[in-house]
């Protein structure tokens, strides 16, 4: 069935959006983008995915073309046009189509910025056998650019870690920086060791994370202790428990570092309690 998809005032069949060939989202990667989960039919933490889509945007001085209730707006309706139980909408806002290719930007009077939303489907997606079982993650280099914490869509060197990680017959890699743990290549990344959860600080060296910040919360309010710090990939391989956390993800164990098990191999108690905690809230939460 084809999707109804939203692009600049528009909903239109997914085969009939078309964005131009000097859009700087394509020819520079100049775009910011936001995936914000649906549960049953509902938007997960739609402001916090708001805010941070905001700050990306003041972050490269693009100015945000529509407001937050537009947004929530065009959500909820494409959520709606597509009968969307579970999934995500996916949103991507760039600096528009210039009339030529030029590294200056452009006047944003002339050029409007190009704004895309689309919905993904994923039926049963709070059932994953990902959650279950938990995945394996191999360690690589960080060889992203300085401003991680700015949502752009510079998309490739993730998305290479993501094909190393499967060559080696994983499911996701863990990005070191000066021997440090910096994040998954499209999530947070944790460990546990005896009851304390520890987490590498926010800084622009990581995407705040959305989930994150509802994880940590949760887990303090449930008096779970909580460390933000720097840690190791042989730190981690000797952990408790490790895991990661994502919009998409939710919250997900991590059983395998390099070929090393942690846990025995199999998930441990906190990181499937603090999924179930993160589900039961942000179903009651959403909107
Ligand atoms: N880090 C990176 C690099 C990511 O791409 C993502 C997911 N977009 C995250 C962390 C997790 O962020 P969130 O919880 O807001 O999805």
Same mark, same amino acid.
């Given at each position: 069935?084809?999707?109804?998809?939203?692009?600049?005032?528009?909903?239109?069949?997914? *085969?009939?959006?078309?964005?131009?060939?000097?859009?700087?989202?394509?020819?520079?990667?100049?775009?910011?983008?936001?995936?914000?989960?649906?549960?049953?039919?509902?938007?997960?933490?739609?402001?916090?995915?708001?805010?941070?889509?905001?700050?990306?945007?003041?972050?490269?001085?693009?100015?945000?073309?529509?407001?937050?209730?537009?947004?929530?707006?065009?959500?909820?309706?494409?959520?709606?046009?597509?009968?969307?139980?579970? *999934? *995500?909408?996916?949103?991507?806002?760039?600096?528009?189509?210039?009339?030529?290719?030029?590294?200056?930007?452009?006047?944003?009077?002339?050029?409007?910025?190009?704004?895309?939303?689309?919905?993904?489907?994923?039926?049963?997606?709070?059932?994953?056998?990902?959650?279950?079982?938990?995945?394996?993650?191999?360690?690589?280099?960080?060889?992203?650019?300085?401003?991680?914490?700015?949502?752009?869509?510079?998309?490739?060197?993730?998305?290479?870690?993501?094909?190393?990680?499967?060559?080696?017959?994983?499911?996701?890699?863990?990005?070191?920086?000066?021997?440090?743990?910096?994040?998954?290549?499209?999530?947070?990344?944790?460990?546990?060791?005896?009851?304390?959860?520890?987490?590498?600080?926010?800084?622009?060296?990581?995407?705040?994370?959305?989930?994150?910040?509802?994880?940590?919360?949760?887990?303090?309010?449930?008096?779970?202790?909580?460390?933000?710090?720097?840690?190791?990939?042989?730190?981690?391989?000797?952990?408790?428990?490790?895991?990661?956390?994502?919009?998409?993800?939710?919250?997900?164990?991590?059983?395998?570092?390099?070929?090393?098990?942690?846990?025995?191999?199999?998930?441990?108690?906190?990181?499937?309690?603090?999924?179930?905690?993160?589900?039961?809230?942000?179903?009651?939460?959403?909107?």
């Amino acid at each position: 069935m084809s999707r109804t998809v939203y692009v600049n005032g528009e909903y239109l069949p997914e *085969g009939e959006a078309k964005v131009s060939i000097f859009d700087r989202g394509f020819l520079m990667a100049d775009g910011v983008y936001e995936v914000t989960s649906v549960l049953d039919g509902k938007l997960v933490d739609f402001d916090g995915h708001a805010i941070r889509l905001e700050r990306s945007l003041n972050e490269l001085d693009m100015r945000a073309p529509v407001t937050k209730d537009e947004l929530l707006n065009i959500h909820r309706e494409l959520v709606a046009k597509n009968d969307v139980v579970d *999934g *995500g909408v996916y949103l991507q806002i760039t600096r528009g189509a210039p009339a030529d290719r030029d590294f200056v930007y452009p006047d944003p009077d002339e050029t409007p910025c190009t704004v895309v939303l689309f919905t993904q489907s994923k039926p049963g997606i709070t059932e994953s056998p990902a959650a279950k079982n938990g995945i394996k993650v191999i360690s690589i280099e960080d060889q992203r650019w300085g401003r991680r914490d700015i949502k752009t869509v510079q998309l490739l060197y993730p998305s290479m870690g993501k094909m190393m990680a499967k060559a080696a017959g994983c499911d996701d890699a863990w990005l070191v920086e000066d021997g440090y743990v910096t994040e998954g290549t499209s999530n947070n990344a944790y460990i546990v060791k005896d009851g304390k959860i520890i987490t590498r600080q926010l800084s622009k060296d990581i995407l705040h994370g959305i989930t994150r910040a509802a994880v940590l919360r949760f887990a303090a309010e449930a008096q779970m202790e909580v460390e933000e710090r720097l840690f190791t990939i042989e730190e981690a391989q000797q952990a408790d428990e490790a895991f990661i956390t994502s919009a998409t993800m939710f919250v997900c164990p991590v059983v395998e570092i390099d070929g090393a098990q942690i846990g025995g191999g199999a998930p441990g108690s906190i990181a499937p309690r603090l999924r179930e905690i993160y589900l039961d809230e942000a179903r009651k939460a959403a909107i």
